[in-house]
């Protein structure tokens, strides 16, 4: 089936201590990007990839760090969590750039930062 | 700045009327634009989506209508049906763009 799995699925943890949400695509997807969606104000782009090796920063990249080491994972890493990136966060991936290709989604990871 | 706002927080309609989900862009440069279906605890999935060369694209019940100079786009499901209340996101892009805006969500529920 094809999918795109977040780990862990709901994590509450403290502000300063460093954490990393997996994402994995088994569709060998070109472009990936990790999203936030807060009240009010939608899905906002925070990371995406174009491919191995090539990331760049979206909307709000603020306090976040990403890698592709390998074209089915692209794992968001936040180095020093504060209670501002209390957040619903999804991964996505599509074929290609993702702009003219639909995306799909994973099915979301809650962090609370307390 | 939010480039793409839905003013709707919510709407509620009968089952078999139509739904009206509303979107407003304010960058002239976006090309492309989709709509997304949410429902809870699951990620959002792709709805159908329209190019700047179109006005109009129908996918069964679901039609999207864009119009460029009013820097509009509306999504219509006829009939509405239980099944489709979930939260509606409109998404935008430029070609030349790598990255895509999403408006804020509306909220659809369909009543028996």
């Known amino acids: 089936e094809a999918q795109v799995t977040q780990n862990p699925r709901y994590l509450i943890t403290v502000t300063g201590k460093k954490l990393t949400v997996t994402c994995s695509q088994n569709?060998?997807?070109?472009?990936m990007s990790w999203y936030r969606q807060d009240p009010g104000l939608g899905l906002r782009q925070i990371y995406y990839s174009m491919n191995v090796e090539v990331t760049d920063k979206g909307d709000v990249p603020e306090g976040y760090k990403v890698s592709r080491k390998e074209k089915r994972n692209f794992p968001l890493i936040l180095e020093s969590p504060s209670p501002n990136q209390t957040s619903l966060y999804f991964c996505?991936?599509?074929?290609?750039?993702?702009?003219?290709?639909?995306?799909?989604f994973g099915d979301g990871t809650r962090l609370s930062i307390l | 700045d939010q480039q793409v706002k839905q003013n709707s927080p919510s709407l509620s309609v009968q089952e078999g009327r139509i739904s009206i989900l509303n979107c407003d862009y304010t960058n002239s440069m976006f090309d492309y634009f989709l709509w997304y279906k949410k429902y809870p605890a699951e990620g959002p999935t792709f709805l159908i989506s329209i190019s700047s060369i179109k006005d109009k694209n129908e996918d069964g019940r679901f039609t999207v209508f864009l119009n460029k100079s009013a820097k509009h786009l509306s999504l219509h499901i006829v009939p509405s049906q239980p099944g489709d209340s979930a939260v509606y996101f409109c998404?935008?892009?430029?070609?030349?763009?790598?990255?895509?805006?999403f408006g804020a969500g509306t909220r659809l529920t369909v009543k028996p």
């Open positions: 998404a935008a892009s430029g070609y030349n763009n790598n990255d895509m805006r």
């Open positions: 996505a991936s599509s074929p290609d750039r993702g702009i003219t290709q639909p995306q799909h």
């Open positions: 569709m060998n997807h070109e472009y």
